[in-house]
């Protein structure tokens, strides 16, 4: 298109961000208003989509970082045919898949934005998946707030954007000036962006946001621009193009009072059809796959957790070609090692930086590719709300978190995680598995492969004996009986290192007369409820132990079982109830009562109480 031409796109999608506000009631028309010519430009002159095949290889991606400028992109669907005029109207309505902030329920929609400090990580996990394993021309193009620039995982991104040289991928910051709440941190001052963009590698272009001219040769530069990612810093007004709010504090997320005059002052109802330009036809590079061999592990050897999953990832690559590895520069000590030993082109450090590791998960996944991420299991604690993000981005994430709970030993409570099963159990679409030995293990992480949603593998520092055979199979879902009797006067259940205290105090209750029903839940969510509902109306009496807090971790999901099925039995959780401090294994297992001999304690307490079961 040309200059004339792309100003009345711009303004069409201005009138189009008041309309369907207007219709709602609700939104952000003026933050859609500020980057209106931005878009124009791009979406007619730069950017490579199929909208009738969105999940082509080839296609570039458009993420809107700052996603409650919604009504914009919903503007730029509705100019390229990709909805219909009626359809935008119903913006933010129940029935509609315009919601206020974009979701992949919308097809030409990668990954969930609205939660501000996020776009660009994602972009930068596509741009890897594009440039390094798909090995496409095709661009990422991340539309970006001022505001959030605040966030530090924004500069995550740019360290790790430098870091890969990801030439395709440009960042475009609308410096509007204005956040909610009044003028943001740096206001209209480019040179401090351009600087900082500067200093962490970035090719930097300053322009006026509504200069079509300007942005169109600011998008050419940076399609020349070779081995770094650029970002186009643009001068833009909130609320352009009506007087009322233009560069007005107080008119954040809030719909025009006044939409039919605001229409009629950015020159009425525009109909611009814009053809967006497809992609050329090429192939995405894939590797090989073959026959899956997991490592197998003798009984009564005594392996690590943690590097059976090493292991098991490392052979899973070798079977499956979609399989990518990254790692929060701890993959000496989650074992994720092997697997960058093993197939080096996929695997991609992501250094301390565990927002941008979990971000770059939810990208390469969004290209197809089938991705684990590792770091220690409290460190995830700083990527929450990526995680937290990625359910509504309905990514197939697979997660593994090692050192947890206070069997890590000397480390001490920063490393230890003990929250970790509560907050991954209230993700939605979440599974939390916990294996106690090491060919447990490596199925697991096989079947992680495979499950749908968010997928947390919880391992364990410390070497633990092997107690299943190579041979064995574990589902999602399931648990594992490992001792039972028709005498079973109690139950105990365990996971992970709590499985192994469990059997030895089983093996001391036996010498007293008390038979113990030892269970192996190494499927937290979903559980097992039948086999829990079955051993609680058997002995009446559950002890559960883990090795985390008592809230929200496997006694709670254990009760919960319970309660659904209908069944009642006296359960006492065994967790971690102080702060723990450093000392050995054995020493903190003991002292935080989730060891046998504790265990064997509350047996004996439960099984010299009366019971009555259901």
Known sequence: MEANELRELGQQFRVDSVRCAAAAKSGHPSSGMSAADLMAVLVANHYRFDFDNPKRAENDRLIFSKGHASTLLYAIFRATGAITDEELLQYRQFDSILEGHPTPRIPWVDVATGSLGQGLPLGVGIGIAAKQLDQLPSRVWVLHGDSEMAEGSVWEAFEHAAHYELDNLTAILDVNRLGQRGETMVGWNLDIYRDRAQAFGWHT??????????????????????????????????????????????????????????????????????????????EARSFPS????????????????????????AALGSARGDVVAVDGEVSNSTFADLF????????FEMYIAEQQMVAAAVGLQARGWNTFASTFAAFFSRAYDFIRMAAISRANLRLVGSHAGVSIGEDGPSQMALEDIASLRAVHSSTVLQ?????????????MAD????????????NTPVIYAADEDFRVGGSRVIRTSDEDAITLVG?????????????????EGITARVIDVYSIKPIDAETLQAAAEATGRIVTIEDHYPEGGLGDAVLSALAEGGESARVLKLAVTEMPHSGKPDELLSAYGIDAEHIAAAARQLVAEPVTTS
């Open 451 to 462: 499950t749908e949603g968010i997928v947390f593998l919880r391992t364990l520092r410390p």
């Open 290 to 313: 073959g026959k899956l061999e997991l490592p197998r592990y003798e009984v009564g050897d005594e392996v690590a957790t943690r590097k059976a999953y090493g292991e098991a990832l």
């Open 435 to 447: 294996p106690c030995d090491a060919n447990q293990t490596a199925k697991l992480v096989a079947a």
């Open 205 to 282: 272009i300053e322009i006026d946001g509504h200069d079509v001219d300007a942005i169109e040769s600011a998008y050419a530069e940076a399609e020349q621009t070779k081995g770094r990612p650029t970002v186009v810093i643009a001068h833009t007004i909130k609320g352009k193009g009506v007087k009322a709010i233009e560069n007005q504090p107080g008119w954040h997320g809030k719909a025009l009072d006044n939409p039919d005059d605001a229409i009629e002052e950015l020159g009425g109802l525009r109909n611009i059809h814009v053809d967006v330009a497809r992609p050329e036809t090429a």
């Open 495 to 511: 996971s992970g290192v709590t499985v192994h205290e469990a059997l030895k105090a089983a093996d001391s209750l036996e010498e």
């Open 340 to 347: 960058a030993k093993a197939h080096p082109e996929r695997y």
